[in-house]
């Protein structure tokens, strides 16, 4: 008798909300400088052997394709967006599918089963000259691909 398993995760954070510090308007300095660096993670449970990879989606402009999360519902400033690096290269944002190869998708890591954490950052980055003061919003999902 042969028995066939998937392997896959659970989500055990399935939203996470991020404060990002206050900056002065002259941090980040020049278009392209980024500030206030924040750390936060994505929680999951997985399968011993389980192959992780994620896309993650600009919730407010789907389409985008560039590494600087759209300002969301509620900001109020302009000039700076966020970025969220893996490591020190920030993400691309690609289509909201889990299907393998999707555009922008990344290797996020093999579990060894259990409690798997993906460890992240966001970031200001300046993106126009001047900055406008304001409240900073953006809204990101993230889709798991198990391959």
């Known amino acids: 008798m042969t028995s066939i398993t998937?392997?896959?995760?659970?989500?055990?954070?399935?939203?996470?909300?991020?404060?990002?510090?206050?900056v002065s308007l002259s941090s980040p300095a020049s278009t392209g400088a980024v500030a206030g660096n924040t750390p936060f993670s994505l929680g999951l449970n997985c399968s011993a052997g389980t192959l992780v990879n994620?896309?993650?989606?600009?919730?407010?402009?789907?389409?985008?394709?560039?590494?600087?999360?759209t300002l969301g519902?509620?900001?109020?400033?302009?000039?700076?967006?966020?970025?969220?690096?893996?490591?020190?290269?920030?993400?691309?944002?690609?289509?909201?599918s889990s299907a393998a190869g999707n555009n922008n998708q990344w290797f996020a890591g093999t579990a060894n089963g259990g409690p798997m954490t993906l460890p992240l950052n966001v970031r200001y980055i300046?993106?126009?000259?001047?900055i406008t003061p304001g409240k900073v919003a953006g809204l990101a999902t993230f889709t798991l691909s198990y391959q």
């Open 73 to 96: 519902s509620g900001a109020t400033a302009s000039g700076v967006g966020t970025q969220i690096p893996n490591g020190m290269t920030p993400i691309v944002y690609g289509a909201d």
């Open 126 to 130: 300046r993106t126009a000259n001047p």
């Open 6 to 22: 998937a392997r896959g995760c659970n989500v055990t954070t399935p939203s996470v909300g991020v404060t990002l510090p206050s």
């Open 54 to 69: 994620l896309t993650l989606t600009d919730a407010t402009t789907p389409s985008n394709t560039s590494n600087v999360l």
